[in-house]
C-alpha cells in the first residue's frame, strides 16, 4: 500500500492530540490510585537515573528505556498474582518494577554487580524475578511470545486458573513466531494474555513504513482471538481492559489479546530524547506526545478530584527521587560478581 495512502485504523488514539484530558476519578478510588501513580514514578525516575548512568559512562550494557509508557505495566499488573507467569522483552524495566522488582536490584543488574536480580550476569535486557511472577525477559525480538504460549501451556495442564502473560512491541507482530503463538493458544484454549505495547515504532522505522495498518488487533481477529484496543497513557483504561480479558481468561474463555496504544519518549536505544527512532519522528511529535504522558493525566486526575494537593504530589516525587537516588548509591557500592561465578549459570544443575 502506497504510503501516500495510508491513514491511521486506531480512531484517534494515534494521534497526540487527542486524549489529553486529566483522567476521571472517583474519590474512592483515591488512595489505590495514588499508589499506582506512585509506581508509576518509581518507573520513570529509575529509568531516567539509568540513563544517567549511560550516560556516565557506568552502564555498559545497552539500555532501552520506555519513559512514556508506565501505565501498560502498572495497569496490567494490578490483575495479575504472583502464581502467573509474565514474559518482558528487551525493554522491561517497567514490568520488572510494576510486578513487584526493586530499583536497586535492577540498577545493580544495569550495573554488572552480584546482587542484582540476575546475579549481574543479565544486564539490563535479561530480567528475572520468578518470586513475584516475572519469568524473565530476552532481548530478541518476539522471542519471548511462544515461551508464554509454552508457560500457559504448562499452566493449563498444571490446573487452576493462573495465566501467563506476553509483552511485547508493535514490532514483534512481524515476527513469525506471534502468529504461530496466537494460532495455538486460539486451537488449544491457553490461558495467556498478549499484551502489545503499540507505540508505533519498531526500532527506527514508523509502523507505517512496515504495516498496512497500525491497529494490532487486527491480528487477534484473524485468529479468532478476543481483544481490546485503548489509550495505553490511560492507567484506568489499560486497568479496564486488562481486567475484563484476564478475567475471562482465569474463567476459561481462551486466550486475548490487549493493544494500548502508547508512545515512547526517548530514542530505540540509550537515553537521548531525539528522533533518532522513526523516519518521520519530529522533535515537535515527542513534545505533543508529552501532553499525554500518563503520570501528568493521572496526576491532574486526582488533583481535579480534589484527592490530592499540588503541594502532596510535590512532596511524592520528592520521597521516588530519593528512593531510586538511595538505591543507585547502593548498587554503586556493590560487589561484581566473583570471575568463579562465570558457569555458574549456565546449567540449571551442575554436575
Same mark, same amino acid.
Given at each position: 500500500m502506497s504510503h501516500r495512502h495510508w491513514q491511521s485504523e486506531l480512531a484517534g488514539l494515534a494521534d497526540p492530540a487527542q486524549y489529553t484530558a486529566p483522567l476521571v476519578i472517583e474519590a474512592a478510588q483515591g488512595t489505590r490510585l495514588m499508589g499506582l501513580l506512585r509506581s508509576?514514578?518509581?518507573?520513570?525516575?529509575?529509568?531516567?537515573?539509568?540513563?544517567?548512568? $549511560?550516560?556516565?559512562?557506568? !552502564?555498559?550494557? *545497552?539500555?532501552?528505556? =520506555?519513559?512514556?509508557?508506565? /501505565?501498560?505495566?502498572? %495497569?496490567?499488573?494490578?490483575?495479575?498474582?504472583?502464581?502467573?507467569?509474565?514474559?518482558?522483552?528487551?525493554?522491561?524495566?517497567?514490568?520488572?518494577?510494576?510486578?513487584?522488582?526493586?530499583?536497586?536490584?535492577?540498577?545493580?543488574?544495569?550495573?554488572?554487580?552480584?546482587?542484582?536480580?540476575?546475579?549481574?550476569?543479565?544486564?539490563?535486557?535479561?530480567?528475572?524475578?520468578?518470586?513475584?511472577?516475572?519469568?524473565?525477559? $530476552?532481548?530478541?525480538?518476539? !522471542?519471548?511470545? *511462544?515461551?508464554?504460549? =509454552?508457560?500457559?501451556?504448562? /499452566?493449563?495442564?498444571? %490446573?487452576?486458573?493462573?495465566?501467563?502473560?506476553?509483552?511485547?512491541?508493535?514490532?514483534?507482530?512481524?515476527?513469525?513466531?506471534?502468529?504461530?503463538?496466537?494460532?495455538?493458544?486460539?486451537?488449544?484454549d491457553l490461558p495467556v494474555l498478549f499484551v502489545c505495547e503499540n507505540n508505533l515504532f519498531s526500532s527506527h522505522l514508523d509502523i507505517e513504513l512496515r504495516q498496512p495498518s497500525d491497529r494490532i488487533s487486527r491480528y487477534a481477529e484473524a485468529h479468532r482471538v478476543r481483544s481490546l484496543t485503548v489509550d495505553g497513557n490511560d492507567l484506568l483504561a489499560v486497568e479496564a481492559a486488562a481486567n475484563a480479558l484476564i478475567t475471562g481468561i482465569r474463567q476459561g474463555a481462551g486466550p486475548a489479546l490487549l493493544e494500548a496504544v502508547t508512545y515512547r519518549f526517548r530514542g530505540h536505544v540509550g537515553p537521548n530524547e531525539d528522533i533518532d527512532v522513526g523516519v518521520h519522528r519530529r522533535m515537535a511529535d515527542v513534545s505533543a506526545w508529552k501532553r499525554r504522558c500518563p503520570i501528568k493525566r493521572l496526576s491532574e486526575g486526582l488533583l481535579a478530584a480534589g484527592i490530592v494537593s499540588g503541594d502532596e504530589l510535590a512532596a511524592l516525587e520528592r520521597e521516588v527521587v530519593a528512593k531510586i537516588t538511595d538505591a543507585v548509591t547502593l548498587a554503586r557500592r556493590a560487589d561484581y560478581p566473583d570471575p568463579s561465578a562465570l558457569h555458574d549459570l549456565v546449567y540449571a544443575c551442575r554436575p
Open positions: 508509576m514514578l518509581v518507573i520513570r525516575h529509575t529509568e531516567d537515573q539509568i540513563g544517567q548512568l $549511560v550516560v556516565a559512562g557506568l !552502564a555498559r550494557t *545497552p539500555c532501552h528505556l =520506555g519513559i512514556g509508557q508506565e /501505565a501498560v505495566a502498572v %495497569g496490567v499488573a494490578t490483575q495479575l498474582r504472583t502464581t502467573d507467569r509474565v514474559f518482558g522483552n528487551h525493554r522491561s524495566h517497567a514490568h520488572f518494577l510494576a510486578l513487584g522488582g526493586t530499583p536497586t536490584s535492577l540498577i545493580a543488574e544495569v550495573l554488572g554487580k552480584a546482587s542484582g536480580t540476575s546475579r549481574g550476569m543479565g544486564g539490563s535486557m535479561h530480567l528475572f524475578g520468578r518470586e513475584f511472577g516475572f519469568h524473565g525477559s $530476552v532481548p530478541i525480538v518476539g !522471542a519471548t511470545i *511462544p515461551i508464554a504460549t =509454552g508457560a500457559a501451556l504448562a /499452566a493449563k495442564l498444571d %490446573g487452576g486458573d493462573s495465566v501467563a502473560v506476553a509483552f511485547f512491541g508493535d514490532g514483534a507482530t512481524e515476527e513469525g513466531v506471534f502468529h504461530e503463538s496466537m494460532n495455538l493458544a486460539a486451537v488449544h
